[in-house]
């Protein structure tokens, strides 16, 4: 498997888009992303029936964690999949959902934890959900980033893409866009989390 290289070069305009908003470049926001805790629970939602997630539109807000070289492939990665999963991209001022991830890694028994979260927040920035996931890379290394593939990149930014659709098929937006009638039932938030709502 390949290693990331250092520099990478936007292959569209929506790649260098997507880039500086992973980069934290488009929305500024003063409450930072909590750090991903070793052993971090697997959070994942089924995806609504019927329902399409490009009813509601998202802006990402930023990518923490990860050293530029990470940031720049998962900008690739992320643009394609986010055109596969048929979500809608806005700009932070027309997006119904503000969407905040980090990435860590970290030792883990004869391996290494790659870990990840993303928070997603509505138009007035409140807290709405947290996506988290992981996955455990059988090497251990000083510089645990230097153990990260292309081919690791793909699957988190699948993954990600996978989970932030299912979420977003619960949204009120993405029901009444689907002609589905009342979204009573979606949208069911999380407890907020003991940090500040962006601000």
């Not at 520099?7 to 992973?22: E, K, M, W």
């Amino acid at each position: 498997m390949d290693k990331i290289p250092a520099r990478r070069i936007a292959a569209s305009a929506a790649a260098t888009a997507l880039s500086l908003v992973l980069g934290g470049c488009v929305e500024t926001v003063t409450a930072p992303v909590a750090t991903v805790e070793p052993s971090a629970v697997q959070s994942v939602i089924a995806p609504m029936p019927g329902i399409s997630p490009s009813g509601a539109r998202i802006a990402f807000a930023g990518l923490g964690g990860a050293p530029e070289a990470v940031r720049k492939a998962m900008s690739d990665a992320m643009t394609a999949q986010v055109a596969a999963r048929k979500l809608t991209l806005a700009s932070p001022e027309s997006a119904h959902y503000l969407i905040r991830g980090n990435i860590s890694v970290y030792p883990a028994g004869k391996g290494t934890e790659v870990a990840w979260v993303w928070d997603v927040y509505d138009a007035r920035k409140k807290f709405r959900h947290r996506l988290t996931d992981s996955l455990t890379l059988p090497a251990v290394a000083q510089d645990g980033w230097s153990l990260v593939t292309q081919q690791h990149v793909s699957n988190i930014a699948s993954r990600s893409a996978r989970d932030i659709a299912a979420y977003l098929t619960h949204t009120p937006e993405a029901i009444s866009a689907s002609g589905k009638g009342s979204a009573a039932t979606g949208n069911r938030a999380t407890p907020a989390l003991g940090y500040a709502p962006l601000l």
